[in-house]
């Protein structure tokens, strides 16, 4: 009896040849550089051409692809228009991948809170220290008046407040503090609105006085950065979200754990975009 059928005959499964391996990981390290540095909705070659161009094998041309889909770097097309779409990351599927992270090693909401208290209020003065403060100025203090005009309509009122956050976390001036802190605020955001629609279901609801502190704190918040007060904006930010995660936290459970696969967090995600 040959290799092969004594491994059948023992009942255990057949490994594919390391070789095969070998090449469709190389295959599929040359591909991803391609598809990291390719325009939005571009398509991959057929696997026709791929075979030809890379001169291998079908089924290591189909694993490299299997590689790459299981990654969430392309989507697999069948038929006879088939082809494989690349799917650049970007702040959204970040977001989405630290989310189910965190879920999966079981943080608490109250940890991720205060992850958002200590690395928000840095973006603050980031952005005081950053050569395009006059441009960010504008939009912050045209999301505050928005915000003021709404302190009588609740749900609108928290998505502009949400707004100015993320101002704040985008006027940075750092792309890597942008991408990892609008992550973790997106996804507070989405435990925030969960907490909101129990509270909608007790009855229970955000007076006008609670929807004036925050636009106070907001106006705090611009007037440190007008006056070119790095340190004071950074306090000021930290305060503001203090407060939003202790008010949050205490109407959760304290061994609640963050939730990123629900439908919330994902509509959080997608915003990011």
């Known amino acids: 009896m040959d290799e092969q059928n004594m491994i ?4 255990a499964r057949l490994r594919k040849p390391l070789q095969q391996i070998r090449i469709a990981e190389s295959i599929a390290a040359e ?15 057929k696997q026709d051409e791929l075979v030809a161009e890379f001169q291998v094998s079908y089924p290591s041309v189909r694993e490299a692809l299997r590689i790459l889909e299981t990654e969430g770097l392309i989507t697999v097309r069948r038929g006879n228009v088939g082809g494989s779409q690349m799917l650049r990351p970007d702040a959204s599927s970040a977001a989405y991948s630290l989310g189910l992270a965190l879920q999966a090693t079981k943080v608490r909401l109250s940890d991720l809170g205060d992850a958002v208290v200590r690395l928000e209020p840095q973006c603050a003065a980031m952005c005081v220290e950053s050569a395009d403060k006059d441009q960010v100025l504008p939009k912050l203090r045209q999301n505050l008046e ?15 407040a949400r707004e100015f956050h993320d101002l704040l ?9 942008e991408l990892i802190v609008r992550s973790l605020v997106a996804l507070w955001s989405a435990q925030e609105e969960a907490v909101e629609e129990v509270m909608a279901a007790r009855g229970e609801a955000y007076t006008r006085a609670d929807r004036q502190v925050v636009v106070n704190a907001h106006a ?9 007060d790095a340190s004071g904006a950074e306090r000021a930010v930290r305060r503001h979200n203090e407060a939003i995660r202790d008010t949050y936290i205490s109407r959760v459970d304290v061994n ?18």
Do not use: Y
């Not at 976390?169 to 503090?177: D, E, F, K």
């Not at 705090?220 to 070119?228: F, N, Q, S, V």
């Open 8 to 11: 059948r005959a023992n009942g």
């Open 169 to 177: 976390v985008t006027s940075s001036g750092n792309r890597t503090t």
């Open 146 to 160: 928005e915000t003021r005009a709404l302190l009588d309509d609740d749900p609108h009122f928290l998505v502009k």
């Open 31 to 45: 591909l991803r550089t391609r598809i990291l540095n390719a325009d939005e909705g571009a398509v991959l070659p």
């Open 220 to 228: 705090k918040i611009i007037a440190r950065m007008e006056a070119g």
């Open 256 to 273: 609640e754990i963050v939730d990123a696969a629900c439908a919330r967090a994902r509509r959080s995600f997608q915003a990011l975009v």
